[in-house]
């Protein structure tokens, strides 16, 4: 059985030792990989075209999605995400402070799995993760692996 991956693609350190902190409180089991860029989430998720085995690593079970990333910003990253044959169906929530309608509707537009709005205070933030956490990896089915089906 493979090892289950969580993504999470955040530049900003104090949002990235939040989010991890609420995922070690819910005791969410899975392996935190971050990025903190778009470049790098891209590559983390396809591999570098110059890489014999470009794209030969494991998908994660959920990617956490900030918007507000360097080089690539997260609805290109999105955008690229669902162009792909390989990560067309990958779980992928928007995790951001953006309050701004256009990025929610873009968004949905380029086919989040969700969006959710980063609270301010520690607690409905750690409760938000704790719902993430419980549904996208504990009670969600993910599609099958396109390489076995």
């Known amino acids: 059985m493979r090892e289950k991956v969580l993504l999470l693609v955040e530049d900003n350190p104090k949002d990235e030792a939040l989010t991890l902190r609420a995922l070690r409180a819910q005791k969410i089991p899975n392996t935190v990989v971050v990025v903190r860029d778009g470049a790098d989430a891209l590559e983390y998720l396809h591999g570098r075209e110059d ?4 794209g030969a690593r494991p998908l ?7 918007l507000k990333l360097p080089k690539i ?9 669902r162009a ?6 990958l779980p992928v929530v928007i995790l951001t402070s953006s309050v701004e309608e256009a990025d929610l509707a873009r968004g949905y537009r380029l086919g989040t799995n969700s969006y959710v709005r980063k609270p301010v205070d520690f607690l409905e933030f ?16 993910p599609p099958p692996d396109s390489e076995i089906y």
């Open 73 to 81: 910003d997260g609805l290109e990253v999105l955008r690229r995400i």
């Open 60 to 66: 994660p079970e959920l990617v956490l999605l900030d």
């Open 84 to 89: 792909a044959d390989r990560t067309r169906l």
């Open 126 to 141: 750690n409760e938000a993760v704790r719902q993430l956490g419980l549904y996208w990896l504990v009670l969600n089915r």
């Open 51 to 54: 890489e014999e085995n470009a």
